[in-house]
């Protein structure tokens, strides 16, 4: 199995060091070349949105890349990676456009920044996992296709529909690999 990391910009490094850990071969996804060979899975990890959205255009990799995931083809974002995949963007435009869901970007701002806390998330582990937030977005609404895997306060802050898995926290960023392994299921 070999899952590519986009490495555009934000935090890919983390994802990296996850797979490692639990001995899944990853790659980093740069230019158009590194996505010529076959690979397994993607991962659209956290950081900015609006500057991954324009480098991927700038690239040459955002028609590849949601083609690949029409057809099929597993997906995790995180944070601005969720935001990526969201068919609706509250007040903006979209930018993959293919998750059936509304986002709200920088959703907790006026509240706190950052913050984290520990959850049970029963589709993922039976353990509580740290769910750690950063400048983050949460889901405002899910079409019925979607799967909602975690809420927190009242905000969809995971789910699934289909191959396409997102969380608007960072499971990358703890030594908790559920999440990973999660997503590894799906492959
Ligand atoms: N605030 C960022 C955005 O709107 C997302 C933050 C993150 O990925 N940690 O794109």
């Not at 850990?21 to 899975?41: C, H, M, N, T, Y």
């Not at 995971?158 to 997503?183: C, G, I, K, W």
Request: hydrophobic content about 45%; aromatic content about 8%.
């Amino acid at each position: 199995m070999r899952i590519g990391i986009l490495a555009l910009q934000g935090a890919f490094i983390e994802h990296k060091y996850a797979l490692d850990k639990l001995g899944v071969e990853s790659f980093e996804i740069r230019q158009k070349r590194d996505i010529e060979k076959p690979f397994d899975a993607l991962i659209i990890p956290g950081g900015e949105s609006t500057v991954i959205g324009k480098l991927l255009h700038k690239l040459d990799l955002f028609e590849p890349i949601k083609k690949m995931i029409e057809d099929g083809m597993p997906v995790w974002g995180t944070c601005a990676g969720l935001i990526l995949l969201a068919k609706n963007i509250v007040g903006e435009d979209a930018h993959l456009g293919l998750m059936d869901m509304t986002v709200k970007r920088n959703a907790y701002g006026k509240q706190i920044d950052s913050f984290s806390q520990e959850v049970v998330i029963p589709e993922v582990s039976e353990n509580p996992f740290p769910l750690v937030f950063i400048r983050a977005p949460w889901i405002e609404s899910v079409g019925e296709n979607v799967n909602v895997l975690c809420e927190l306060n009242g905000h969809i802050v995971a789910a699934r529909q289909d191959n396409m898995l997102v969380t608007s926290f960072h499971p990358e960023l703890t030594d908790n690999t559920a999440f990973t392994e999660y997503f590894l299921k799906m492959i």
